[in-house]
């Protein structure tokens, strides 16, 4: 089971989202059962805020002096889910989400979720420094996003 923390420090985001602690938990509640960690306590944040928040955030710990779409702080270099474990925290920015400025709601939780599911994916070891991984995460972040789309009218 996945507890997730919902905070947010920017109020553009309620315009899109007006429940987004059930948004997140239903997203979490779609992932497909191996990521869902059932029997197990796996708890990770999430932090809606906008591009000066997360360049600052961009700048001091990846040195790139730019806002970027998501940005993911996996608690642990190895990860070992246990029964009680802290994935880490993901940081969105509501601008790079809200592009173009025409989005539907619906348009943008679905951006919202695809987006989630990237960070998540980082918390969990994935990235995409060399390209193999790259094809490897995407791979697998097309495959959770069709689930979730299948599963749920919520986000499409």
């Known amino acids: 089971m ?13 315009k899109k989202i007006k429940k987004k602690i059930i948004f997140f938990n239903i997203l979490t509640k779609l992932l497909p059962k ?5 029997k197990k306590k796996v708890s990770l944040s999430v932090l809606l805020s906008n591009n000066k928040n997360i360049q600052k955030l961009n700048k ?32 969105i920015s509501y601008e790079f989400i809200d592009k173009p400025k025409k989005l ?7 951006k919202v979720a695809k987006t989630f599911i990237h960070g998540f994916l980082h918390l969990l070891g994935y990235d995409h420094i ?6 490897k995460m995407i791979k697998e972040e097309e495959k959770i996003y069709k689930l979730i789309n299948i599963k749920n009218t919520y986000f499409v």
């Not at 191996?34 to 059932?38: D, S």
């Not at 539907?104 to 679905?110: D, H, I, R, S």
């Open 2 to 14: 996945i507890n997730i923390e919902v905070v947010s420090d920017n109020n553009l985001w309620n």
């Open 34 to 38: 191996k990521y869902r960690f059932i």
């Open 60 to 91: 001091k710990f990846r040195n790139k002096n730019k806002p970027t779409d998501v940005l993911s702080f996996p608690a642990e270099k190895k990860i070992d889910i246990t029964k009680n474990s802290y994935l880490g925290d993901i940081i």
């Open 104 to 110: 539907t709601n619906l348009e943008f939780k679905k």
């Open 130 to 135: 060399k390209l193999k991984d790259f094809k």
